[in-house]
Nanobody
Framework: QVQLVESGGGLVQAGGSLRLSCAAS????????MGWLRQAPGKERAFVAAISSSGPSTVYTESVKGRFTISRDNAKNTVYLQMNSLKPEDTAVYYC???????????????WGQGTQVTVSS
């Protein structure tokens, strides 16, 4: 089992940057693909980015390509999401999640963190 704790959310102006972190417990972190997903008010949870277990492969939803970067440090059991050029439409609760394989489908994730709020003001 993996326990996930996100941090780094907050309030930022449009055009600004934030870096989210997700710390994982357990010795099996490096075996999981990791993803970031988000849920805006009144909307379903949506995929943002994912990285393979060893890190060479990444995937992004189209709306964040070129602005967001996912990375991981298996020695620190941590996955990151660097978010640049933030837009008001990026406002959401951001969740870190673990999956047995690289996937863009929210239902494919087994373990979830509690979420961290990101608010982008215009």
């Amino acid at each position: 089992q993996v326990q996930l704790v996100e941090s780094g959310g907050g309030l930022v102006q449009a055009g600004g940057s934030l870096r989210l972190s997700c710390a994982a417990s357990g010795r099996t972190f490096s075996r999981f693909a990791m993803g970031w997903l988000r849920q805006a008010p009144g909307k379903e949870r949506a995929f943002v980015a994912a990285i393979s277990s060893s890190g060479p492969s990444t995937v992004y939803t189209e709306s964040v390509k070129g602005r967001f970067t996912i990375s991981r440090d298996n020695a620190k059991n941590t996955v990151y999401l660097q978010m640049n050029s933030l837009k008001p439409e990026d406002t959401a609760v951001y969740y870190c999640a673990a999956s047995n394989g690289l996937t863009m489908t929210p239902g494919g994730y087994t373990y979830w963190g509690q979420g961290t709020q990101v608010t982008v003001s215009s």
